[in-house]
């Protein structure tokens, strides 16, 4: 497209630039949206199986991963969990470590978290001395108080053309996994007046939701 500015008047240059930045911002947020989508597949491809109230053998970090192992000798009697099968049964850990008799619970622990409760349950084997975590995904509480919040800021393009959003989460309760909470947001064009010369005026929103997170 050829334009001869200097045929054209002061407002029909500035709706050329106008027309000419939003075109570029929406080609932006197209490609951001495509890259976002593109990098959001294949996380999901990848996502490894959650099975949730099962606890499985966590694999070491990388912190310890590859190090090498030292043996030790406990100057007193190692002290676990007594409960035996049963206890390993309510735990929900797998069914080899349940059966096997010299395998000991040493302990276990809730991790809070506002998203996926887990719990961390380590064990002995008496005999080899071997010693493993493992983790469960615990079910979502019927009913919990939350706490976490969020402040979030986006450029992007709307109703009122190149905008600026600034946008403020607070979660407060939540059942299963739909989480109640309030927002308060605020929209601030980037420009006073739109293509047709109607002035734009910051658009602001409160009120309260609900999500369902997965």
């Known amino acids: 497209m050829i334009v001869d500015f200097e045929d054209m008047g002061d407002s029909a240059r500035k709706v050329v630039r106008t027309s000419t930045l939003a075109e570029k911002i929406k080609l932006g947020l197209l490609i951001a949206a495509v890259l976002f989508l593109a990098g959001w597949g294949y996380h999901m491809w990848n996502k490894p199986e959650v099975i949730v109230g099962q606890a499985i053998e966590a694999p070491p970090n990388e912190v310890v991963k590859g190090k090498v192992v030292e043996e030790f000798t ?7 969990v007594a409960g035996g099968a049963k206890l390993k049964t309510k735990l929900h850990l797998p069914a080899p470590v349940i059966a096997d008799d010299e395998e000991k619970v040493m302990g276990s622990v809730d991790v809070p978290a506002d ?73 601030q064009p980037l420009t006073n007046v739109n293509n047709s010369g109607v002035a734009m005026n910051p658009y602001w929103f409160v009120g309260g939701g609900a999500r369902l997170e997965w």
Do not use: C
Not at 74 to 80: E, G
Not at 133 to 161: C, R
Not at 166 to 176: T, V
């Open 115 to 187: 998203g996926e409760r887990r719990r961390i349950t380590p064990t002995l084997k008496g005999n080899t001395g071997e010693g493993k975590i493992y983790v469960e995904v615990l079910p979502s509480k019927w009913f919990d108080y939350m706490t976490s919040g969020n402040i979030q800021t986006h450029v992007g393009y709307g109703a009122m053309g190149e905008t600026v959003r600034l946008e403020g989460n607070q979660d407060i309760f939540s059942i299963k996994r739909m989480k109640f909470g309030v927002k308060a947001s605020v929209d």
């Open 74 to 80: 406990p100057k007193k009697p190692v002290k676990a």
